[in-house]
């Protein structure tokens, strides 16, 4: 998915639609039961890891005998992260505050990746 994510393909239209749906998703589900503040700062700052684990993926030579290995280790960490996040929530309407966790964390990686692509204004 992160790659179609930062490919050519997905244009700014795609990018805004997808951060508009989660933020309505997100919406719906603390209606019903609220994420804490600390937990949504958590999968925010797991969003943001995400995309600099992806950054420095891309900066991985090919001829490094560890690439595949820490390609791998980076897609899965930020994947381990949301799961322990979403174990250590209330089991009461555990799964509207599941949702939110892994909105925020998508949002998270959302905002840092469209921002850091974004057009200069000045130069």
Same mark, same amino acid.
Do not use: D
């Given at each position: 998915?992160?790659?179609?994510?930062?490919?050519?393909?997905?244009?700014?239209?795609?990018?805004?639609?997808?951060?508009?749906? *989660?933020?309505?998703? /997100?919406?719906?589900?603390?209606?019903?039961? @609220? #994420?804490? !503040?600390?937990?949504?700062? =958590?999968?925010?700052?797991?969003?943001?890891?995400?995309?600099?684990?992806?950054?420095?993926?891309?900066?991985?030579?090919?001829?490094?005998?560890?690439?595949?290995?820490?390609?791998?280790?980076?897609?899965?960490?930020?994947?381990?992260? *949301?799961?322990?996040? /979403?174990?250590?929530?209330?089991?009461?309407? @555990? #799964?509207? !505050?599941?949702?939110?966790? =892994?909105?925020?964390?998508?949002?998270?990686?959302?905002?840092?990746?469209?921002?850091?692509?974004?057009?200069?204004?000045?130069?």
């Amino acid at each position: 998915m992160l790659e179609f994510w930062y490919s050519e393909r997905c244009t700014r239209e795609i990018k805004l639609i997808s951060s508009i749906v *989660v933020c309505g998703i /997100i919406y719906y589900c603390s209606g019903i039961e @609220k #994420l804490s !503040t600390t937990l949504t700062m =958590i999968c925010l700052g797991i969003g943001v890891v995400a995309h600099l684990l992806h950054q420095q993926s891309l900066k991985i030579s090919e001829n490094n005998p560890y690439a595949q290995g820490f390609k791998i280790l980076f897609s899965i960490a930020p994947i381990v992260a *949301v799961i322990l996040v /979403i174990c250590l929530l209330a089991p009461q309407h @555990k #799964l509207f !505050t599941a949702i939110q966790a =892994i909105g925020f964390s998508a949002l998270g990686l959302f905002i840092v990746s469209i921002y850091q692509n974004r057009a200069k204004r000045f130069e």
